[in-house]
């Protein structure tokens, strides 16, 4: 997965392309694909304009953040971007639950909500920052954490659980997505993809690494 583009955002649509927003250069907030994690990165329909991040809603549109903090919608052949409903506020990131509800992280990194395109953002429960988040197939919303927690992925079952920790990469994560197998990718403090390795391959449940970190949290949980 080695190339020279670089990107602050990515996403997955239903048939595993990849979209990336381009970061820094002449790419920069534009919108790149790849058919999958080893095909080369190619520059999608430009529709004007600067995006900082996107995710992809169920009927494989991209939904985007502009700069401004507003939201977009656009397919991959479209030649312009649509503002979406302005029901004031902004988010700096995006994800799509499958039954179409949208996350938004805000200014002070909280997560909100809104059902659809015309809905009032709402804001969540939990208190967690996140950086990131993203959606998996099932359901699980997956969130990078801020500051102390920068590197951390946490995980939700559903809207009204709380966040778990799931697994640590040693900082430096900025954005998320999830591949239709489930595949975990990220994009690193250098604006390259990696994939993040969450589950065994052959199993698929969480890997070793992840439940040591989990034992060790509650060893030192039962210390206290």
């Known amino acids: 997965m080695t190339d020279n583009q670089r990107f602050k955002s990515i996403s ?16 920069n907030g534009k919108l790149f694909t790849r058919s999958n994690l080893y095909s080369d990165w190619r520059p999608a329909q430009d529709a004007g304009g600067s995006v900082v991040n996107i995710a992809v809603m169920p009927d494989d549109r991209i ?3 502009g700069a401004n903090g507003k939201l977009y919608t656009r397919r991959l052949d479209a ?11 902004w988010v700096s990131h995006v994800a799509v639950m499958n039954d179409g509800v949208i996350l938004g992280v805000g200014g002070n990194r909280h997560l909100y909500t ?12 939990a208190d967690r920052e996140i950086a990131d988040i993203a959606v998996q197939p099932d359901g699980m919303i997956l969130g990078i954490g801020t500051d102390t927690d920068d590197g951390r992925v946490f995980v939700r079952t559903k ?3 709380k966040w778990e920790r799931l697994i640590d990469f ?7 997505a999830v591949m239709p197998d489930e595949t975990v990718l990220g994009v690193d403090s250098a604006g390259e993809l990696k994939k993040l390795t969450i589950t065994d391959p052959l199993t698929g449940l969480l890997n070793r690494r992840y439940l ?7 060893v030192v949980r039962s210390e206290r």
Request: proline share 0%; no cysteine; glycine share 16%.
């Open 12 to 27: 997955v649509m239903s048939d595993g392309t990849i979209v990336g927003v381009g970061d820094k250069g002449t790419g």
């Open 63 to 65: 939904l985007a953040v």
């Open 79 to 89: 030649e312009q971007w649509e503002k979406a409903k302005d029901v004031g506020g």
């Open 114 to 125: 809104r059902s659809n395109l015309d809905s009032e953002w709402v804001k969540d429960w």
């Open 159 to 161: 809207m009204d659980s």
């Open 170 to 176: 040693g900082g430096g994560l900025k954005s998320i």
């Open 212 to 218: 040591y970190e989990r034992l060790t949290d509650e």
